[in-house]
């Protein structure tokens, strides 16, 4: 059997990287952080209550990130993106953490932040060794939550396909054990490679550069995961046309007319292909 899923991006994804969920957990602080809503999407809004809460304001709309006050509560608020894209966005979550850090060394997870997470989104002085033909280490916090009993701080981890889990937990482990933090491991997705030589992606690559007139296109690696992952023999081809202007996991998210249109055409011809050897 084989078979697509309109849920990456053309010309069609041969290679989707490894996912780790994972909870970074530690004990209670002297400040709340709340927010956050998935471990695949860029904290966009944050809650902070705590010490130094007129500091931490200053030096955020210094940087230019929104804040507001809301009774005795900062409201710090970013930008969402897709978890496989953090620099796209801007992470409430850890712009408050990093700059707590800089007021003070007494949070553990606020220090690690500030050296490994804060606009670091390949966990770079821990991997830097981790890469192949699909990229880096992609790394992004969604949710977060401190308060007097506890922190929580969760990892979306955008691992090469050439690497597992333990490559990337057993360091991870060690590191935060410096800071008094422990990982906990949500789940591993494994990832996914189809040979470019192959008939599936040979027969589809036909038919895009058929339909798009795009002769030079060629077959990508990604960092998402998409519903390829659920069957064998599977790829994700489209739908989005072009990833520098895709609105996934955005506030507004669209797609054109036209693009629908060419799409339709797209599946329409490949669907015969997929038994073709």
């Known amino acids: 059997m084989r078979c697509y899923t309109p849920d990456g991006e053309f010309p069609v994804v041969y290679a989707e990287k490894g996912i780790i969920n994972a909870d970074i957990i530690g004990k209670g602080e002297k400040f709340?952080?709340?927010?956050?809503?998935?471990?695949?999407?860029?904290?966009?809004?944050?809650?902070?209550?705590g010490p130094y809460l007129t500091e931490i304001k200053a030096k955020l709309d210094q940087n230019q990130i929104e804040t507001a006050l809301e009774n005795d509560w900062?409201?710090?608020k970013g930008k969402a993106s897709h978890g496989s894209l953090p620099e796209r966005g801007i992470n409430a979550s850890l712009a408050t953490l990093a700059t707590y850090a800089e007021l003070t060394t007494d949070s553990?997870?606020?220090?690690?932040?500030?050296?490994?997470?804060?606009?670091d989104f390949n966990f770079s002085q821990i991997f830097s060794t981790i890469k192949d033909e699909t990229g880096l280490l992609i790394v992004n916090n969604g949710i977060v939550e401190i308060n007097a009993e506890k922190t929580r701080l969760t990892l979306n981890m955008r691992v090469p396909i050439s690497y597992q889990l333990k490559d990337v937990e057993e360091p991870l482990t060690g590191e935060l054990s410096n800071?008094?933090?422990?990982?906990?491991?949500?789940?591993?997705?494994?990832?996914?490679?189809?040979?470019?030589?192959?008939?599936?992606?040979?027969?589809?690559?036909?038919?895009?550069?058929?339909?798009?007139?795009?002769?030079?296109?060629k077959p990508v690696a990604i960092?998402?995961?998409?519903?390829?992952?659920?069957?064998?023999?599977?790829?994700?081809?489209?739908?989005?046309f072009d990833i520098n202007e895709s609105t996934m996991h955005a506030y507004n998210e669209y797609v054109k007319i036209s693009?629908?249109?060419k799409m339709l055409e797209i599946y329409t011809k490949a669907i015969?292909?997929?038994?073709?050897k």
Request: glycine content about 8%; aromatic content about 10%.
């Open 223 to 240: 960092g998402g995961g998409t519903y390829a992952k659920a069957m064998p023999n599977c790829v994700a081809f489209g739908a989005e």
């Open 74 to 76: 900062l409201i710090v």
């Open 32 to 49: 709340v952080l709340l927010g956050g809503e998935a471990y695949n999407c860029v904290t966009d809004v944050v809650r902070y209550q």
């Open 272 to 276: 015969p292909l997929l038994t073709t």
């Open 108 to 119: 553990p997870i606020a220090n690690f932040v500030k050296k490994h997470l804060y606009n």
């Open 259 to 261: 693009d629908l249109q």
């Open 179 to 217: 800071y008094h933090l422990q990982l906990t491991i949500i789940f591993w997705e494994k990832p996914i490679h189809v040979p470019i030589d192959s008939p599936m992606i040979k027969n589809i690559m036909r038919v895009y550069r058929d339909v798009i007139g795009d002769q030079d296109a």
